[in-house]
């Protein structure tokens, strides 16, 4: 069957058509078209996504979108293109949801085809299967349960345990900030543009490849973690050079809670305490890129050691013989690096391919296709499908 999908949850508007196959069982897919657009560089101005924007933006794309989605397909001249239509109805803007459920509400009316209603997290666990182009399937007969998902993105940290695929239970999430939230809110103290995590990573990197260089496997971090921030100096008062140490929130809690707002404000008052990047005199301050890259590799530091530790915490005490890492923040160097590092050879390891990522329309069809298979293909009714903003795993 075919499915045409659609994504509005935030400030990227996307749409595919999915050839699938073989049901919940042994599900594989095809994809026909997928296009997506952006609005960061819309929302950049304003330090994050602006609701209104967003909106008017996934109302002017949707059409435009969707003629060259079925075009693509070579469904263009069909009366009724598809066999059923799947679009994310929460969590998200409710505004951008609106969007996306009223566009695909009209067509679903039009062709009188089912609309199957997504949970976006959901397309987020999926999307680790997923190809942004060509053929793939998803293998679930393998001895994979239980699974462990770490979902991390802009508006999202939370740990699921997958029992079974379809049954989700939070088992921690952030009670504050999302790690990608962080991010972004750190990179603005910085001076650098939204969104932050690819800057903040990109900084982090090169300053990690010089300590790295320099110090050869010394730990730049020497004080103790989960203490207050401190900026240290050399002894030469000229020529400070700034040992940045933040701390782990929540790292040793007893719970797989998280909380980024803490590390947020550490960053602040390390700023605060540095000085400006310029003086009243003109004169070069302290915050100049060099401390601003060490800030970057700190802060980074911290929260994916946060993230690493309590995923294995709770790969360990749920016995998990699957970790899933989704979300945008996925495609984070360092966490991709310290998971595996961290991980047994025995476990099976999955993050998604970089264009699935961020979020898209893929992985709401193949949630909707799976959801549509287990419900042995019943359907909700049009007038019970409503966008919900702060939808949560049930
Ligand atoms: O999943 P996503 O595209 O949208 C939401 O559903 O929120 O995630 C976007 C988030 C942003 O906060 C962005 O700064 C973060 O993912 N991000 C990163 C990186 N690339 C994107 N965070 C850390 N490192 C990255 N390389
Ligand atoms: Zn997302």
């Known amino acids: 069957m075919k499915i045409l999908s659609i994504e509005t949850s935030c400030d990227d508007t996307a749409i595919s058509i999915l050839e699938c196959k073989g049901g919940f069982k042994k599900p594989s897919f095809q994809v026909l078209a997928n296009f997506s657009n952006s609005q960061i560089k819309i929302h950049a101005p304003h330090g994050g996504v602006y609701p209104m924007l967003a909106k008017r933006e996934h109302i002017k794309n949707l059409p435009i979108l969707f003629k060259k989605t079925l075009e693509k397909a070579k469904l263009d001249k069909k009366e009724k293109p598809?066999?059923?239509?799947?679009?994310?109805?929460?969590?998200?803007?409710?505004?951008?949801?609106?969007?996306?459920?009223?566009?695909?509400?009209?067509?679903?009316?039009?062709?009188?085809?089912?609309?199957?209603?997504?949970?976006?997290?959901?397309?987020?666990?999926?999307?680790?299967?997923?190809?942004?182009?060509?053929?793939?399937?998803?293998?679930?007969?393998?001895?994979?349960?239980?699974m462990l998902a770490l979902l991390v993105s802009g508006g999202h940290t939370e740990l699921i345990l997958i029992k079974d695929f379809a049954k989700y239970k939070i088992i921690g999430e952030t009670l504050d900030d999302a790690a990608g939230e962080a991010y972004d809110k750190v990179a603005r103290m910085l001076g650098l543009p939204y969104p932050g995590g690819p800057k903040i990573s990109k900084l982090a990197e090169e300053e990690r490849a010089k300590e790295k260089q320099s110090l050869r496997g010394v730990s730049q971090a020497d004080g103790p973690r989960g203490s207050a921030p401190r900026v240290r100096g050399d002894s030469d008062p000229e020529k400070i050079s700034f040992s940045v140490v933040l701390p782990r929130p929540m790292i040793y809690s007893k719970n797989f809670n998280f909380s980024?707002?803490?590390?947020?404000?550490?960053?602040?008052?390390?700023?605060?305490?540095?000085?400006?990047?310029?003086?009243?005199?003109?004169?070069?301050?302290?915050?100049?890129?060099e401390t601003k890259s060490k800030i970057a590799l700190?802060?980074?530091?911290?929260?994916?050691?946060?993230?690493?530790?309590?995923?294995?915490?709770?790969?360990?005490?749920?016995?998990?013989?699957?970790?899933?890492?989704?979300?945008?923040?996925?495609?984070?160097?360092?966490?991709?690096?310290?998971?595996?590092?961290?991980?047994?050879?025995?476990?099976?390891?999955?993050?998604?391919?970089?264009?699935?990522?961020?979020?898209?329309?893929?992985?709401?069809?193949?949630?909707?296709?799976?959801?549509?298979?287990?419900?042995?293909?019943?359907?909700?009714?049009?007038?019970?499908?409503?966008?919900?903003?702060?939808?949560?795993?049930?």
């Open 82 to 146: 598809v066999d059923a239509i799947a679009v994310t109805y929460g969590p998200g803007l409710e505004i951008a949801l609106w969007t996306g459920i009223t566009f695909a509400k009209g067509l679903a009316k039009k062709w009188n085809v089912p609309l199957v209603p997504v949970n976006h997290m959901e397309g987020h666990i999926f999307s680790v299967f997923g190809k942004h182009k060509g053929k793939f399937k998803i293998n679930l007969s393998r001895n994979m349960s239980p």
């Open 260 to 289: 980024f707002s803490g590390l947020k404000t550490a960053v602040l008052y390390l700023i605060k305490k540095i000085g400006p990047p310029r003086l009243a005199s003109g004169e070069a301050g302290k915050l100049n890129e």
């Open 298 to 394: 700190e802060f980074e530091n911290a929260v994916i050691d946060v993230l690493v530790y309590k995923t294995m915490k709770a790969k360990e005490k749920y016995k998990a013989k699957t970790i899933i890492v989704a979300g945008g923040v996925a495609c984070n160097k360092h966490l991709k690096r310290q998971i595996k590092k961290a991980t047994d050879k025995d476990i099976k390891l999955f993050f998604p391919e970089k264009e699935l990522t961020t979020d898209n329309s893929i992985m709401i069809g193949m949630a909707g296709y799976l959801q549509f298979s287990k419900n042995n293909k019943k359907s909700s009714k049009l007038s019970d499908i409503k966008a919900e903003g702060n939808l949560r795993f049930r």
